[in-house]
T-cell receptor, first 113, second 113 residues
Framework: KAGVTQTPRYLIKTRGQQVTLSCSPISGHRSVSWYQQTPGQGLQFLFEYFSETQRNKGNFPGRFSGRQFSNSRSEMNVSTLELGDSALYLC????????????FGPGTRLLVL | KQEVTQIPAALSVPEGENLVLNCSFTDSAIYNLQWFRQDPGKGLTSLLLIQSSQREQTSGRLNASLDKSSGRSTLYIAASQPGDSATYLCAVTKEASGSRLTFGEGTQLTVNP
């Protein structure tokens, strides 16, 4: 079974631009969560989607948004990029709830210049 | 607010040693606790998941214990190998928040040949 895939793997943007990251969960998994990892803040929860609905949200500004499609694939969007948005963005999937084992993708490394 | 602390922040051991990584959390109302490893620049790999009703889980050379009442978990690695070198992260899921994983800062382990 293929693991969680994320595209693109690397991205360079400039301040003020917007970016969309994509995550394909493991086949059959319906819960998708997103995390931001930075050296200073560690891993922080962004949001979780289940059956195309946002089920939980972390403490991030409204510039961070996401969605989930009927095939469980998920995208997250960051508008008006700031330098501090440079991070590794990780996506995790689980079967039904995130209270089960979560499987992480390789991440998308975003650099904002 | 749930806080997760991992001690030590870094550990260097010779190959073959048995070692223990520590994780503590401030709010004992957790649903489960997971241990992950992260290789440099990569995503997270799930190692063990312990439900709040369990005391320990084992997988190969790894054994994780959970003492929910005292807010502590340990990850025991037997007969360490250079391939075990990575950052080890523990994360808890709170009953109230459901899907959100709250991570510790990690322990960076180096196993020297």
């Amino acid at each position: 079974k293929a693991g969680v895939t994320q595209t693109p793997r690397y991205l360079i943007k400039t301040r003020g631009q917007q970016v969309t990251l994509s995550c394909s969960p493991i086949s059959g998994h319906r819960s998708v969560s997103w995390y931001q990892q930075t050296p200073g803040q560690g891993l922080q929860f962004l949001f979780e989607y289940f059956s195309e609905t946002q089920r939980n949200k972390g403490n991030f500004p409204g510039r961070f948004s996401g969605r989930q499609f009927s095939n469980s694939r998920s995208e997250m969007n960051v508008s008006t990029l700031e330098l501090g948005d440079s991070a590794l963005y990780l996506c995790a999937s689980s079967l039904l709830t995130a209270q089960e084992t979560q499987y992480f993708g390789p991440g998308t490394r975003l650099l904002v210049l | 607010k749930q806080e997760v602390t991992q001690i030590p922040a870094a550990l260097s051991v010779p190959e073959g040693e048995n070692l223990v990584l520590n994780c503590s959390f401030t709010d004992s109302a957790i649903y489960n606790l997971q241990w992950f490893r992260q290789d440099p620049g990569k995503g997270l790999t799930s190692l063990l998941l312990i439900q709040s009703s369990q005391r320990e889980q084992t997988s190969g050379r790894l054994n994780a214990s959970l003492d929910k009442s005292s807010g502590r978990s340990t990850l025991y690695i037997a007969a360490s190998q250079p391939g075990d070198s990575a950052t080890y992260l523990c994360a808890v899921t709170k009953e109230a928040s459901g899907s959100r994983l709250t991570f510790g800062e990690g322990t960076q382990l180096t196993v020297n040949p």
